[in-house]
T-cell receptor, first 112, second 113 residues
Framework: AQKVTQAQTEISVVEKEDVTLDCVYE???????LFWYKQPPSGELVFLIR??????QNEISGRYSWNFQKSTSSFNFTITASQVVDSAVYFC?????????FGDGTTLTVKP | DAGVTQSPTHLIKTRGQQVTLRCSPK?????VSWYQQALGQGPQFIFQ???????QRGNFPDRFSGHQFPNYSSELNVNALLLGDSALYLC????????????FGNGTRLTVT
């Protein structure tokens, strides 16, 4: 069975602070994908980043960066210099052949 | 380029009734998945359709059924509605069966009274 755990239920930061969202996953699959999605107050889930299980190279894309560590089954997501518009619920998801398993989300509030 | 569209946006039904939700995938996508999202929780996978067939199913009873049409659009049907079926139902489309990111619609808010 697959499982995704986002231990942080809510995080509150002040604008321009860096913030890291934690994600730990469980799977018996050897090939899988990890995703982060953002759900703003308007409700529509938006895809942010994807990483496959064979590529542990960490990357930076604009203000987003991610740290994938297979040894600890973690896929953490960092927003640098946070902005008020980053306020949303962030979901980590584990995808295999078809279905994606989502965590329960971390609510990020960025205060001006 | 239209994204994923879902209808209706809101629906109120009575316990025991049946409901049909509709979804049109993003242009170029051939796979449709349905998710149920309860308040304060992450989306839960219901099932996935590809080439007009149900390919994978989550832990949902047979009261939940679906269909995919030749134009890739999809329907989700729920029979014998229970109060616990009240949730946001999300449709997601993607390309192929493995590894593609999901593109979500705005969802249908179903309330069962």
């Amino acid at each position: 069975a697959q499982k995704v755990t986002q231990a942080q239920t809510e995080i509150s930061v002040v604008e321009k602070e860096d913030v890291t969202l934690d994600c730990v996953y469980e799977t018996r699959d050897t090939t899988y994908y990890l995703f982060w999605y953002k759900q703003p107050p308007s409700g529509e889930l938006v895809f942010l980043i994807r990483r496959n299980s064979f590529d542990e190279q960490n990357e930076i894309s604009g203000r987003y960066s991610w740290n994938f560590q297979k040894s600890t089954s973690s896929f953490n997501f960092t927003i640098t210099a946070s902005q008020v518009v980053d306020s949303a619920v962030y979901f980590c998801a584990l995808g295999g052949a078809g279905k994606s398993t989502f965590g329960d989300g971390t609510t990020l509030t960025v205060k001006p | 380029d239209a994204g994923v569209t879902q209808s209706p946006t809101h629906l109120i039904k009575t316990r025991g009734q049946q409901v049909t939700l509709r979804c049109s995938p993003k242009s170029g996508h051939d796979t449709v998945s349905w998710y149920q999202q309860a308040l304060g929780q992450g989306p839960q996978f219901i099932f996935q359709y590809y080439e007009e067939e149900e390919r994978q199913r989550g832990n949902f009873p047979d009261r939940f059924s679906g269909h995919q049409f030749p134009n890739y659009s999809s329907e989700l049907n729920v029979n014998a509605l229970l109060l616990g079926d009240s949730a946001l139902y999300l449709c997601a489309s993607s390309k192929g069966l493995f590894g593609s990111p999901l593109h979500f619609g705005n969802g249908t808010r179903l309330t069962v009274t």
